[in-house]
């Protein structure tokens, strides 16, 4: 597989935009934003659903190492849903929930627990469509490994350590672990590494250097057609099925074909679809809210474009009213692709041309 670093700084604005008040929008906001032409800026978010979001803290932000916006222990505390987040998720109750900046990256991670759920935890393999990774490139992989392993972080890569693979800038050292809840992350460390350090020979302030997702697909094709006819990105297909030994071992997997294509958003985020070639496959379906889904939360302008392609292109709309909601001075729109992966649209008004 060729994963490679983002190098965007990561849009902060854009993540806590789900905090923001509801309020009165302007008609000229209003007009900005409805005859804006479709335009894809950003994958910025990636959102996970665990059963206890202690967890969540301890493995992102206390082992990785990923800084919170704000102290994620301020964010334990449950909070009544709003009438915003029941139009995208579709239930009530109670939800927390925090952030995650990723350095050098543009999206963040943001663990959401809800009190409405009830699917019961699933635990997909690699193989599985709707399965994904967050792949984090780092910069010492052993040693983040270690503070991983006596956390009692579980490691999926055959034999327990780092394996050398080739991707699309050389070679890198990979490892692939699970978080408390089952989501996987995969580790890559390039070789040779880039540039780096912090002032007067100093180590860097963070292990991580850069990130991006890997979802697996049912159907490469199938999957393509939606990120291309939808949101309008290009995307780079592999060269075919390949059975490469130590990307099998990074995996955890043995006798494994597999195809790595690439979704390239603007600047450097991109999303990996990744098929593998085997009758052992199952593809999971939780609910919105249940652990085991994944929220990819993409910033876009025009979404009333936007909205007119889902409608020419029978997407699925997980929105409750079935149309872009305004919340505050922003739009939102849920989508789920073909591999029950949902795509959240966002969308804030431009700033006024002085």
Same mark, same amino acid.
């Given at each position: 597989?060729?994963?490679?670093?983002?190098?965007?700084?990561?849009?902060?604005?854009?993540?806590?935009?789900?905090? #923001?008040?509801?309020? %009165?929008?302007?008609?000229?906001?209003?007009?900005? @934003? =409805?005859? !804006?032409?479709?335009?894809?800026?950003? /994958?910025?978010?990636?959102?996970?659903?665990?059963?206890? #979001?202690?967890?969540? %803290?301890?493995?992102?932000?206390?082992?990785?190492? @990923? =800084?919170? !916006?704000?102290?994620?222990?301020?964010? /334990?505390?449950w909070y009544a849903v709003v009438p915003f987040l029941t139009e995208m998720y579709g239930v009530k109750g109670n939800a927390r929930n925090f952030t995650l900046r990723i350095p050098g990256a543009d999206m963040g991670v943001e663990p959401m627990q809800w009190s409405a759920s009830t699917g019961k935890p699933l635990q997909p393999r690699l193989q599985d469509p709707g399965a994904s990774q967050l792949v984090l490139t780092v910069n010492d992989i052993d040693e983040l490994l270690m503070w991983l392993t006596k956390g009692g972080v579980k490691v999926v890569t055959s034999g327990g350590k780092p394996v050398t693979v080739s991707n699309a800038n050389g070679k890198a050292r990979v490892v692939v672990v699970q978080d408390f809840h089952g989501y996987y992350v995969r580790l890559v460390e390039p070789i040779p590494l880039p540039p780096g350090g912090g002032a007067n020979g100093a180590p860097t302030a963070s292990y991580i250097i850069g990130g991006n997702v890997a979802i697996t697909v049912q159907d490469t094709e199938k999957t393509a057609r939606f990120y291309q006819d939808v949101l309008g990105l290009k995307v780079q297909f592999g060269d075919g099925f390949q059975a490469d030994p130590n990307e099998e071992a990074a995996l955890g997997m043995?006798?494994?074909?597999?195809?790595?294509?690439?979704?390239?958003?603007?600047?450097?985020?991109?999303?990996?679809?990744?098929?593998?070639?085997?009758?052992?496959?199952?593809?999971?379906?939780?609910?919105?809210?249940?652990?085991?889904?994944?929220?990819?939360?993409?910033?876009?302008?025009?979404?009333?474009?936007?909205?007119?392609?889902?409608?020419?292109?029978?997407?699925?709309?997980?929105?409750?009213?079935?149309?872009?909601?305004?919340?505050?001075?922003?739009?939102?729109?849920?989508?789920?692709?073909?591999?029950?992966?949902?795509?959240?649209?966002?969308?804030?008004?431009?700033?006024?041309?002085?």
């Open positions: 597989m060729r994963f490679t670093p983002a190098k965007a700084i990561i849009s902060v604005l854009a993540l806590c935009a789900l905090f #923001l008040p509801i309020v %009165v929008t302007n008609t000229n906001a209003q007009a900005t @934003l =409805q005859s !804006a032409p479709g335009q894809t800026l950003s /994958l910025i978010g990636y959102m996970i659903v665990p059963d206890a #979001l202690e967890k969540s %803290v301890e493995f992102y932000s206390h082992l990785l190492g @990923l =800084q919170a !916006a704000g102290d994620p222990r301020s964010r /334990l505390k043995k006798g494994a074909q597999y195809r790595d294509s690439t979704v390239l958003f603007p600047g450097n985020s991109q999303l990996h679809l990744i098929e593998f070639k085997s009758s052992d496959r199952k593809a999971i379906r939780p609910g919105i809210v249940d652990q085991g889904a994944v929220v990819l939360r993409v910033q876009v302008r025009g979404m009333d474009a936007f909205f007119d392609k889902v409608k020419t292109t029978q997407t699925s709309i997980m929105s409750v009213s079935g149309a872009p909601y305004l919340n505050g001075r922003t739009r939102w729109l849920m989508l789920r692709d073909p591999n029950n992966i949902y795509v959240q649209l966002m969308e804030q008004p431009q700033a006024p041309t002085p």
